[in-house]
């Protein structure tokens, strides 16, 4: 649907998102396998959180962190992935244009909180390996609030320019999206006017920018943990110290390991199925490694689930709070 602007234009009210309708074959299969994907990376993420808030030794700030994760994880995907599934088994998959607004908006702001949060978990590590003397002043409780609290300011800020910048743009002509969601680069090829480019250009830098940042501060982060842990004498010492930051780290690589093959691939006249199929690596892929990744590297929280779940015990007594004395200091 669409209304007339001016003369030769027409305002559109609505977007059609083609998404995967260039694999009609191929939609059903897709469906299952995504589905299951998406089942498991919530059931993944509840598990983690359940076991974190029934564990008592895990109510240290790392595990606040993975809880924060867990849950800008699982809002991220249902902001993207539940719609994508029912477009999956339509043969409409029309999206208003305040819901495509809505969709961004949110997709952007758990995207970036998680990349946010990512950044705040290596610089934990960093404090733990590096001034574990300090660890107990500089993450306090009040502290960890403070920083989980910023990453989730900082991405809802990220989702409010990221979306009010596109959607400020006029879109008068076609209106199929070639993307199974609402994201920038398909929408800018839909927007006109003469500062379509800029507009583009502007996001672009914001986006990379904030991401880049995030990336080389965990890099930072990292280049004094190993450096610490390399004055460690014992080999036990350097493996018990390394082994804490194991599952970050590989959450780390695999995050934005897909994340710049996505952004840094060149853009060739058809790759509108293949940035559809890559797509899927950060909002399907990406979500559904990392609870298995966090599970299955910490032997902390593997232990911890195997005492709560597969011993028989579930959430004994009543949800006690985060932090309890020294408890924030692990």
Known sequence: MAAM???????????????????????????????LMYLFTLLGNLLIMTTIWSERSLHTPMYLFLCA???????????????????????????????CASQMFF??????????????????RYVAICHP???NVLMSPRGCACLVAWSWAGGSVMGLVVTTAIFHLTFC???????????????????????????????????????????????????????????????????????????????VVVHYGFASVVYLKSKGPQSLEGDTLMGVTYTVLT???????????????KSAMKRTFLSGIVLQGSPRGWFHGRECGG
Do not use: W
Not at 107 to 124: I, R
């Open 5 to 35: 602007l001016g003369l030769n234009h027409t305002f559109v009210s609505e977007f059609i998102l083609i998404g995967f309708s260039t694999f009609p074959h191929l939609q059903l299969m897709f469906f299952l396998l995504f589905l």
């Open 173 to 251: 002509g076609p209106n199929q999206v070639h993307h199974f969601f609402c994201h920038v680069p398909p929408l800018v090829k839909l927007a006109c006017g003469g500062n379509v480019s800029t507009v583009a250009l502007g996001v672009g830098l914001v986006c990379i920018t904030a991401l880049l940042g995030c990336c080389l501060l965990i890099l930072l982060s990292y280049a004094f943990i190993i450096a610490t842990i390399l004055r460690i004498p014992s080999a036990e010492g350097r493996h018990k110290a390394f082994s804490t930051c194991a599952s970050h780290l590989t959450v």
């Open 69 to 99: 994760l867990s849950t800008s994880e699982i809002l991220y995907t249902f902001a993207i992935v539940p719609r994508m599934l029912a477009d999956l088994l339509s043969t409409h998959r029309s999206i208003a244009f305040v819901a």
């Open 107 to 124: 997709s952007f702001t758990f995207g970036f909180t998680h990349s946010f949060l990512l950044t705040v978990m290596g610089y934990d």
């Open 133 to 135: 003397l300090r660890y």
């Open 287 to 301: 979500p559904f490694l990392s609870p298995i990744i966090f599970s299955l590297r910490n032997k902390e929280l």
